[in-house]
């Protein structure tokens, strides 16, 4: 067998594995979403999952039905060790017959992560608002190539052509490990001029922080807007976030500060809103800005003024500006819970506004695809 064969076999191997994991994500995505299994192992660009659910294969002793010899043949009985030390082992714990438990640690990048996500929610892709596509020009890597300047040399493409070469060929040895890449080995980065036009956007996530918002109420915003952002993110090529919190004031802060904020005031919700109004007209032209907003609350408001104030603030400034406004209500056992009914029955035909409401974990799945199944 050929090297080019055995690296294509390698290869087309790494694919099905891929496959499958895909595949099993798809199967438990409610599971690793309610459980923010995700969003718990996530890097800068992807994300870490752990999958107990794919065995690894391994030898098993079975019978020679043929009644010949076969490989294996010699003295010795089942069970008898093949060589090594005789003495036990040092390992501690009683011993017990059941198979352990295998768990492999797989590694998926965001933008498939959100391509999952869409598939299996439906989600439409979204057509971005206004015209502000930024015609720059850059460099971007297309490709490899086999010849090029060492300054270009992708270190990481040579070793892995050297390990296959070394795998197919029969001279790795898995007990002293030592690549050594050879000329034919060697891959450089290729580039072309590209224009890159981007539609901006913006999310800004508004959240109560007063008392009746827990830390299990605060757990269910922190995975609900990891997703949100894992799928907008997949939509725009540049994007930005801000964050704001408020009990019966409002003031803008970092993402670190937003999920671990826990305040001990009443509720104005109309603090958060003038906010987020006032930041869209100073620093995003609505024109050229696909502009997202989601607020979670447990719906308690400290005054029915101060709900008629929100829902002016909507109607005459969010509105006419925004993509979408989301609003999602996570239930507390401290909160009314009235302020998305105060929504529903305002806006009851306002194609911009979503609400929806998360009673558990359990109903994170079905809140996001409320939210981003519209395809604004």
Known sequence: MTDALMIARIDNDHRRFRDIVRGRIRENLRKYVSRGDMVARKGKDSVTIPMPQIDI???????NEDGEGGVGQGEGEVGDKVGGDPQEGSGSGKAGEDAGDKEVEVEVSLEELAEILGEELGLPRIEP???????????????????????LRSFKATFQRALKRQIASGTYDSGKPMIVPVREDRRYRSWSEQPKPESSAVIIYMMDVS????????????????WIDTWLRSQYKGIESRYIIHDATAREV???????TRESG???ISSAYRLCSDLIEEQYDAENWNIYAFHFSDGDNWSVDDTSTCLKIMRETLFPQVN?????QVESPYGSGQFVKDLRSAFGDEEKLVCSEVKAKDDIMDSIREFLKGGR
């Open 57 to 63: 294969p391994r030898f098993i002793y079975g019978d």
């Open 129 to 151: 608002r206004g015209d502000k596509n930024l015609e720059t020009v850059r460099d971007k890597y297309t490709g490899l190539r086999t010849t090029g300047p060492e300054s």
């Open 211 to 226: 008392g009746s918002m827990g830390d299990e109420q605060k757990e269910i915003v922190r995975i609900e807007s990891f």
């Open 254 to 260: 970092d993402r670190d500060t937003f999920f671990s």
């Open 266 to 268: 009443g509720t104005m």
């Open 324 to 328: 979408q406004f989301g609003y999602g």
